[in-house]
């Protein structure tokens, strides 16, 4: 007889992105598939440097366990950056430093969801925020979206009318797959929605730093006056994913709820890697190198969407996003992404299809294309293929 | 109106352990408390050396995403170490690399627990352990244990008698909180009543290799020749704790399922510590590292045994184990550990009272003692300072 499973895993299935990204380690493919960094950007002289500082000053704390809240420096921080850049008001007692901001997520689903419990979402919404929520037995209900983010008269409505709603699940900034950002008013609608109906908002917000062109706008969390709202936050676009190192931020109360889930989870994080970051933090200006990963992805968008709007047969349309990583291609009706993927593998040009993006499926003519880990003649080479593949199935 | 939580924050409760690793903190305070390692032993050179190199050779892949299933030739080391050392047949592909071991007791739960299964589990167990599935709404009942392990034939009887059993979970190598290590005919005998049974056994090893005196014993899945018994390790007692890197082992089935669910978990590990750490084991000859901390923690186990047989009141019983991190005392039933604690602390000196080892509640008169984490001299203040506090409860 077989093993006997949780039920969970009959509903998990492997992320279409992690599979794709197996086939993307062979060097001749140009993938537009992860949501991965532009590598030569990571300070990696900068990086030998604090670790061999860290070590020296202090490499008996920083290769022992520590606390499970995380490193205190680094959540000051923390708290110090959301507050100038988000209009947050936080001190390090808000912040839990969480294995990615992946990790958030799980906790979140950890901390707030039960079986039967309803999750919202942007229709489409991240791929691995479905899979963390969903193991805790959730369903989705996707809320419409235009190109400046919720349509909120659309979620109040489904607050009014669904029973067990526990969680609305955004991402404001430069969204993940359809790279769009939230205007203004609809932020302040989200923060009030959720005081008014008394549900949580988790502000997912991993690329918000990487603006390319326009204004920085206020967290959703700034409107919120009870708490409702809790932001995630990374070191993975602005630093490096390599070390895995996030985090969550919201109410004191809250967050003393995920650290008790945290110790039977993990018990901690990687302790070297919180002190390499904040002695990089203090040595290095983290905006200097900020400034460099905008300007060297502003140029890829750019060439990714001019060469898109140039050589993209008529009737394939996609999004011009003012930063972030990635831009959202959607084609007539009646043609299936995954077809489209067979064809450009051929010619070893990878990206994400986007039904997977969709929690209750459909729209399996979408896809996902990055711009930020390719090099500049990669970037024209991969998308002058793909639309020879796109000419074949737009007729 | 408050927060709306999921149930199982209900029943989670903060780590007694970790609260009081804050108070030891301070510096005046003899702590026989956490399961720390020697610092002292870390080796903080070869790590700066390692990073150094990992970072020059390869250091955009070091810092950037990598799979799931964690950096494959660490996972080579890991099957093959365990191969010869606890007489399993792994290869890579049965190894999936976790955040600490505590990550493969958190993932466990979430592949194999529904609310209301059970877990079975030695009586007194892992405190965190309890935390990690007690997450996924499992319900514990423990099995009496004596000086070699689970007595197996109540063991039987439990999964004769009791409904939904999902899970055994065990400790067979100096057991935390005890100390104590299985004898042979018991490993047997557990992988033999796991496929009567077809239930999962989680053989949790984080102190295998650190053995005092005697032989090493196979492990119990070297007897499972079905694949219910899965293995957990780590580097936090062989190396450190910092890394946070450890690791379960498994039929490939199985394993394939944990890679889906840390997908959502977390992603993946942190790629710069598995690359240091390979690399640590390719320039280094970690045996000899490991026969190091062996030595400095026989001296000390020698040192409190000693000290607590010639200082402790009659009455007063503890294990004399032959590796590992910890030693169990127990006091005249009438004596409650906690009450000691809030002496002991007045001279400064901390350890965790046992009650919170127990599942289901009771013994209070217990409490662990961790000799791996205070140099020699401060054992000896310390153990003589909680004689004179004993001496005030035993009369």
């Known amino acids: 007889m ?28 140009i993938s537009f598939a992860g949501g991965l960094p532009a590598p030569e950007l990571f300070p990696v002289d900068e990086i030998k440097e604090v670790n061999r500082i860290v070590l020296e000053e202090s490499g008996h704390k920083a290769l022992q366990y520590t606390t499970t809240e995380g490193y205190a420096p680094l959540r000051r921080w923390i708290a110090n950056r959301m507050n100038t850049r988000l209009g947050t008001s936080f001190d390090p007692d808000n912040i839990l430093i969480t294995h990615g901001s992946q990790q958030a997520l799980d906790l979140s689903g950890k901390v707030f969801l039960d079986e039967g419990d309803v999750v919202l979402c942007e229709s489409p919404t991240y791929l691995a925020a479905i899979s963390a929520f969903r193991a805790y037995g959730c369903n989705f209900m996707e809320v419409p979206t235009d190109h400046d983010g919720m349509i909120v008269d659309e979620l109040e409505k489904l607050l009014q009318n669904t029973l067990n709603v526990k969680m609305i699940y955004v991402i404001p900034n430069f969204q993940n797959p359809t790279g769009r950002t939230w205007n203004y008013e609809r932020r302040v609608q989200l923060a009030g929605l959720a005081m008014k109906y008394n549900v949580m908002v988790i502000e997912d917000n991993p ?8 204004e920085s706008l206020p967290s959703v969390k700034s409107f919120d006056t009870e708490g409702y709202v809790l932001c995630t936050g990374s070191f993975s676009k602005i630093f490096c994913p390599g070390y895995r190192i996030g985090w969550i ?30 002695k990089y933090l203090e040595l290095y200006d983290i905006d200097v190198h900020i400034a460099k990963i905008v300007e060297t992805y502003r140029v890829r968008r ?10 993209f047969p008529e009737g394939v349309t996609f999004t011009r996003p003012k930063g972030g990583l990635f831009s959202w291609v959607e084609l007539p009706a009646n043609i299936n992404a995954r077809d489209v993927l067979v064809k450009s593998l051929e010619k070893n040009v990878a990206f994400v299809p986007g039904g997977s993006f969709f929690p209750n499926g459909g729209k399996e003519n979408t896809f996902r294309i990055n711009f930020s880990n390719m090099p500049e003649d990669r970037i024209v080479e991969g998308l002058e293929r793909l639309a020879e593949v796109l000419r074949e199935f737009v007729k």
Do not use: H, W
Not at 207 to 214: K, N, Q
Not at 255 to 274: E, F
């Open 2 to 29: 077989g093993f006997k499973y949780a039920k969970r895993i009959a509903y998990l299935k492997a992320s279409e992105i992690r599979e794709i990204l197996k086939v993307t380690e062979r060097p001749e493919i």
């Open 207 to 214: 690329y918000g730093e990487l603006r390319f062109e326009g």
């Open 249 to 278: 931020a919201g109410d004191k109360e809250i967050i003393r709820k995920y650290v008790l889930v945290k110790q039977g989870t993990d018990l901690q994080c990687n302790t070297i890697a919180q002190m390499d970051i904040t």
């Open 302 to 311: 750019n060439l990714a969407v001019n060469t898109m709007e140039i050589l």
